[in-house]
T-cell receptor, first 110, second 115 residues
Framework: GENVEQHPSTLSVQEGDSAVIKCTYS??????FPWYKQELGKGPQLIID?????GEKKDQRIAVTLNKTAKHFSLHITETQPEDSAVYFC?????????FGAGTRLTVKP | DAGVTQSPTHLIKTRGQQVTLRCSPK?????VSWYQQALGQGPQFIFQ???????QRGNFPDRFSGHQFPNYSSELNVNALLLGDSALYLC??????????????FGNGTRLTVT
């Protein structure tokens, strides 16, 4: 099965700075790479995803980059705001089931 | 357009008891998956229901069972509850069986506490 690791486990940045979270996976057959944001008391919400035929995708302040050779993909958040504070999960899809990383707790200090 | 709804939001049970959690998928979705999220961890896949049948299953004992109804809603049943079953149980709906072709929509979960 898929082995998924996220780094760092916690990240604290100043408002306006950038944040980068990295996800490594083991299944070379993975072809779908989403990132989810989970706020307190809520379920995870999809914020951005990328497929294996694309190297980078951007949506306003967030972007995802994929390196299939090295088997990792990263979430980039620019101009961070306090409302970006949450737990972020990667969940690469390899085979039939989606495995989630352990999560990264991002804190944006005003 | 209603999103994924789960009930109840919170539940307290005693070891050895049985529990049933309920989920209504997002309008237009036909597939329901269940995940267990322990405190401070990522969600763990329990199983997926499509066309009223269990299609995929994660590494969970058969104390965990489910059902999908003709209207696509679903139930998760857990028998002989253990303290370690305390977690947030998340329902996820999608169109078709996922595989990245349909975004997953999560409910806000049911917080189960086993004492």
């Amino acid at each position: 099965g898929e082995n998924v690791e996220q780094h760092p486990s916690t990240l604290s940045v100043q408002e306006g700075d950038s944040a980068v979270i990295k996800c490594t996976y083991s299944d070379s057959a993975s072809n779908y790479f989403p990132w989810y944001k989970q706020e307190l008391g809520k379920g995870p919400q999809l914020i951005i995803d990328i497929r294996s035929n694309v190297g980078e995708k951007k949506d306003q302040r967030i972007a995802v980059t994929l390196n299939k050779t090295a088997k990792h993909f990263s979430l980039h958040i620019t101009e961070t705001q306090p409302e970006d504070s949450a737990v972020y999960f990667c969940a690469p899809l390899g085979g039939d089931d989606m495995r989630f990383g352990a999560g990264t707790r991002l804190t944006v200090k005003p | 357009d209603a999103g994924v709804t789960q009930s109840p939001t919170h539940l307290i049970k005693t070891r050895g008891q049985q529990v049933t959690l309920r989920c209504s998928p997002k309008s237009g979705h036909d597939t329901v998956s269940w995940y267990q999220q322990a405190l401070g961890q990522g969600p763990q896949f329990i199983f997926q229901y499509y066309e009223e049948e269990e299609r995929q299953r994660g590494n969970f004992p058969d104390r965990f069972s489910g059902h999908q109804f003709p209207n696509y809603s679903s139930e998760l049943n857990v028998n002989a509850l253990l303290l370690g079953d305390s977690a947030l149980y998340l329902c996820v709906s999608s169109l078709g069986q996922g595989g990245g072709n349909s975004p997953l929509h999560f409910g806000n979960g049911t917080r189960l506490t086993v004492t």
